[in-house]
């Protein structure tokens, strides 16, 4: 049996329970009045109407309990039979509701007569009468008292749930701050872990930088050095083979030394190849 099914069961016996003391308390209703005590009796009717009212918020508050449970239940047959409990239910706390009504109505009744026979015994003459005077200042001192203390202690009674209750949403609270912090004390954590990751990394690609800074600088220095040198030599191969092509145009070289030709055009011929590269 899972756990829902569990807390319904126990709900059951706790409405049975609750029931069966709102009966007893109707029944003490309805008796109020025909022992022919109606003072007294007068005086303890709102006490047992407080305990039947109390067991009346009891049964609602049942009610609400299970058609909440009923709709948490396993499987579809037992939602169907919870929530047709609830409605059975229902129509047992209106007949305890009316059955309550018409208790007090018979009380009232039997009360008003109890008082009515009082007054007549009291209103008659003899030693009985006085007698019967005192004992009712009496019992009605004590009834007072009684009722007195029991008001005392409902009220203390009272406090006391409201402190409990208190209490507990205090402590309901207190354990909700805790897992919040707890909560929060791992995400900074995980953050933490991952701050750090993301410095030693911002490091990394710092440095990364810098090199490539580097890199590309002592690229850029070689690339302009090799450049210049190919400037430089192309500059002084063209300004020697202007300088050969204007003496020989000049008549400085004879063209008819065939040793000198031959080395001129070699060396023409080398200044064309380098040209050329």
């Known amino acids: 049996m899972d756990e829902v099914s569990l807390a319904v069961e126990n709900l ?7 029931v069966s003391q709102l009966q007893d308390r109707i029944r003490e209703i309805e008796n109020c009045g025909k022992s022919g005590k109606g003072t007294e009796e007068a005086n303890a009717l709102p006490r ?12 609602r508050s049942m009610q609400f ?22 409605e059975i239910w229902k129509d047992q706390y209106q007949e305890l509701h009316m059955g309550l009504r018409n208790a007090n109505l018979q009380a009232k009744a039997n009360i008003k007569k109890a008082a009515q026979e009082e007054r007549e015994l009291l209103l008659g003459g003899g030693e009985e009468s006085t007698v019967r005077r005192r004992n009712l200042q009496t019992k009605s001192g004590m009834t007072s008292a009684a009722e007195s203390i029991t008001e005392s202690l409902r009220r203390t009674r009272q406090m006391m749930v409201q402190e409990v209750e208190r209490s507990a949403s205090t402590l309901a609270t207190v354990d909700e701050s805790t897992s ?27 440095r990364q930088d810098v090199i490539d800074r580097i ?9 302009l050095m090799a450049v210049l040198y190919v400037v430089s030599k192309r500059v002084g191969v063209l300004t020697l083979q202007r300088k050969i092509v204007a003496a020989i145009k000049s008549g400085s070289i004879p063209n008819k030394d065939p040793i000198g030709n031959a080395a001129l055009n070699q060396g023409i011929a080398a200044l064309n190849v380098n040209d050329e590269l």
């Open 12 to 18: 059951k016996k706790e409405w049975d329970q609750t």
């Open 48 to 59: 047992l109407n407080e305990a039947a009212q109390d067991c009346l918020a009891s049964l």
């Open 65 to 86: 309990r299970l058609d909440l449970l009923a709709q948490q239940l396993p499987t579809m047959e037992e939602v169907q039979s919870g929530q047709a409990l609830v």
């Open 180 to 206: 919040v912090l707890k909560k929060a004390e791992s995400e900074y954590k995980g953050h933490r872990s991952l701050l750090s990751r993301t410095r030693g990394l911002l490091s990394t690609m710092k």
């Open 215 to 223: 890199i590309l600088a002592v690229g850029l220095l070689i690339f």
